[in-house]
């Protein structure tokens, strides 16, 4: 049995501890006026030691040590608001009661308030006192937690918070007022920033970060040929040629207090609240989008579409200031789950809020997530075709080539085993965003962490690269790029990839077939000129590198070996992955499974064969991977439809834009490569894992597609 007198002192120490401004709740022992309605404990003597000393696993008041909370006239029902599961005391689980006598349970309501909310869900009265969760440790100086009364690390610390600033924003209005008020018919009240003026775009106070952005370098630009030399008398009609770019890094990565490092975002989500999100859905929507307005800065602005049977603007582009934070959190923690499901809907307003908008910031993007079929704009047997019925529904403003001259990436998050995989692909491969699939619920906030990782992060736009063929017998035959738009012009002699914006650290690889002439006469052959053009997303400076980087190869009478550029082979490889990925997808989708997993087995040996497969390189080793895991998501058409076809297609996404997507259902951490991460997206998801358990370690692992080098490339 547990000592009451011992758990008592063991309270009073870790108040103690705590300082002065935490107010921790600790039930004087035997004192018949004690007020149980602070706290009802479940589990502060469900750990580890108390168990074995003896404890029950369901601890009682008497051997807590405190008592449970007990339903009066104001008392809230056994239901916790937050994630809408039981909340009967006895159950491994503290229930806090607050000043305005709502419950909730005490892991709940501490994620809640980590996100800067001080406002109850339930009854939307500004609380003075807030649950406070310490964590784990103090990642971020490396400094495990205090413990006086020497319990052991895996027991939660409950305290209460004490916040003495009001809020500068009148957060008892309720949120139903945004659904209910009339919306403007022109979406034309957008509040500026501190760092907007009358044109629309950044002002002086952005520009003041100029010296900052150019000494964070320009892009770089390499070039590796297929082979280093071809004989002089020899022809080679389909020479590859890598070209490879790398953006600059930010001086400061992801630091909000220093907006003037990066550019601001101008970010709308368009979030599905249909009746399929409640529950668990709805509550773990509402903690990912919390972290996404925590980690926003001043001069970021927000808006939020729900949408169900039909879509409403929750309120207009605001800065996530202080007082613009306490509305979105009110908005986004007030959300119900009811109706139907309209998809196009949402992301026509989400749309034409960035559209109608008065200021500007430069970077724009929407987040749109579903975990349902739309059921009132786009119908069709199965969702076996791609959707691209959507092409003439959504507004010409997603359209990457739309010719608004506005180019907003959607980037689409399918959630759940029930969403339509093949809409929300179209709808990013249409505007230029990626495709994550969720299937694991409890990644969503890590999902949202690493795409805005990577739009906090832009540090170029508007990059286009330009081939130039140099030797007069040299022509460009085609540029493999994935979803990229490419050309080719001058009859062959010059090729331009239009990429548009890059963040932090970003690479890309193009591969560029040309042909190599005879050149009897020569040593060296000067194929290629490759250059780049961009724009800075700050100072608006266009920056043209000419010519940074030169292919040449050598010309020998003879050449008694060749050695295959490395660099080269492993993108080749996973440019043939990916084409073999989209092939055994169309033989999937048209139900032939059979020869869907017989099309991946062939790619997998094939790799395993290759010049960069037999050095051991670990792309190729991630490649094979991804394709054996492909095969074993198509073993039937129940396991297809669930959650193949979604893995597929973020696979597909993440290759063809060469940028990171989420395929969250594994808890593997050990995968040979970070695809397509950049360090600012690392970055964000470490503080998404910390925030939830105060150990990234013990976390759910975001799972990416695995298919970019852990080596970079190395100029010869």
């Known amino acids: 049995m547990v000592d009451l007198k011992e758990m008592g002192s063991k309270w009073r120490k870790v108040k103690i501890a705590l300082g002065l401004n935490m107010c921790l709740y600790v039930p004087p022992l035997n004192d018949p006026d004690n007020n149980p309605s602070r706290f009802s404990d479940a589990a502060v003597s469900h750990s580890p030691a108390a168990v074995s000393r003896g404890g029950s696993a369901t601890p009682t008041s008497s051997s807590s040590g405190l008592r449970s909370s007990k339903s009066g006239p104001k008392s809230s029902k056994s239901t916790c ?14 229930i806090f009661t607050a000043e305005c006598s709502h419950s909730f349970h005490f892991h709940c309501i501490t994620s809640n308030v980590k996100h800067g909310n001080q406002i109850c869900p339930v009854c939307r009265a500004k609380w003075k006192e807030v649950p406070f969760q310490n964590p784990v440790s103090d990642t971020s100086h490396g400094r495990p937690r205090i413990n006086a009364a020497g319990w052991p690390a895996d027991d939660a610390w409950m305290t209460v918070l004490r916040r003495l600033p009001p809020a500068r924003l009148d957060t008892n209005q309720h949120v139903s007022s945004f659904f209910h008020a009339q919306e403007p018919s022109t979406f034309d009240d957008d509040e500026a920033s501190n760092q907007q003026h009358e044109n629309g775009h950044a002002d002086q106070s952005a ?37 490879h770019l790398k953006a600059p890094v930010t001086s400061r990565r992801q630091n909000n207090n220093s907006q003037n490092s990066r550019a601001p975002v101008d970010l709308v989500t368009v979030l599905d609240v249909s009746g399929s999100m409640a529950g668990t859905k709805l509550a773990l929507l509402k903690r990912a989008m919390s972290f996404v307005i925590q980690n ?16 409403r603007r929750l309120f207009p582009l605001r800065c996530m200031n202080e007082a613009g934070r306490q509305e979105a959190l009110q908005a986004v923690n007030s959300l119900i789950s009811n109706g139907g499901t309209n998809i196009a809907e949402g992301l026509r307003k989400g749309a ?28 069709s047997p199965s969702g076996r075709n791609p959707r691209a019925d959507y092409k003439s529904l959504l507004p010409n403003s997603i359209h990457r080539n739309g010719g608004t001259g506005i180019k907003i990436p959607v980037h689409s998050f399918g959630f759940g085993a029930d969403h339509d995989a093949a809409s929300m692909h179209s709808i990013s491969e249409i505007s230029g965003g990626t495709f994550s699939f969720i299937e694991a619920e409890d990644v969503i906030q890590d999902a949202f962490a690493q795409c805005i990782g990577g739009l906090l992060s832009v540090v170029v736009q508007d990059v286009q690269v330009k081939v130039d063929g140099v030797h007069p017998s040299v022509q460009i035959s085609y540029i493999k790029a994935g979803s990229y738009q490419t050309s080719v012009a001058g009859n062959g002699k010059i090729g331009y990839v239009d990429i548009g914006d890059l963040y932090a650290e970003e690479e890309r690889d193009f591969l560029a077939i040309i042909n190599v002439p005879v050149d009897r006469n020569c040593d060296q052959t000067l194929l290629l000129k490759v250059g780049c053009a961009y724009k800075d997303p700050i100072t608006k400076e266009i920056v043209t590198l000419e010519g940074a980087s030169q292919v040449k190869i050598e010309r020998p009478e003879l050449i008694r070996a060749q050695v295959v550029s490395m660099e080269v082979d492993r993108q080749r490889n996973r440019l043939h992955a990916a084409e073999v990925m989209a092939e055994a997808r169309t033989a999937a989708e048209n139900g032939e499974l059979a020869r869907a997993v017989s099309v991946l087995d062939i790619c997998y040996k094939s790799l395993s064969e290759t010049v960069s497969a037999q050095a051991g390189d670990r ?27 979604a893995y597929v297609l973020s696979g597909l996404s993440s290759h063809s834009w060469q940028r990171a997507t989420a395929r969250g259902d594994s808890t593997d951490s050990t995968s040979l490569v970070q695809a397509y991460q950049t360090p600012s997206m690392v970055d964000m998801v470490t503080r998404s894992q910390t925030m939830l358990l105060g150990n990234p370690s013990s976390h759910r692992k975001l799972r990416q597609a695995l298919s970019f080098p852990a080596a970079r490339p190395q100029p010869r």
């Not at 080793?621 to 076809?645: D, F, H, I, P, W």
């Open 81 to 94: 608001a937050i994630c809408l599961t039981n909340m009967k005391p006895g159950q491994g689980h503290a």
């Open 207 to 243: 520009s003041d970060g100029a010296s900052d952005s150019r000494s964070m370098g320009t892009v770089e630009v390499k070039t590796y040929p297929e082979v280093s030399a071809v004989s002089r008398s020899v022809s080679h009609d389909n020479f590859y040629v890598l070209i």
């Open 296 to 311: 926003l800065g001043p001069a970021d602005r927000l808006s939020v579409i729900a949408f169900s049977s039909t879509a």
């Open 352 to 379: 034409k809020v960035i559209v109608d908008r008065k200021w500007k910031n430069p970077v724009v993007s929407i987040i749109l997530l579903s975990d349902g079929q739309d059921t009132y704009t786009v119908i």
């Open 619 to 645: 792309l190729c080793v991630a490649l094979c991977a991804e394709l054996k895991e492909m095969q074993e998501r198509m073993a039937n058409r129940q396991v297809y439809e669930t959650s193949g076809r």
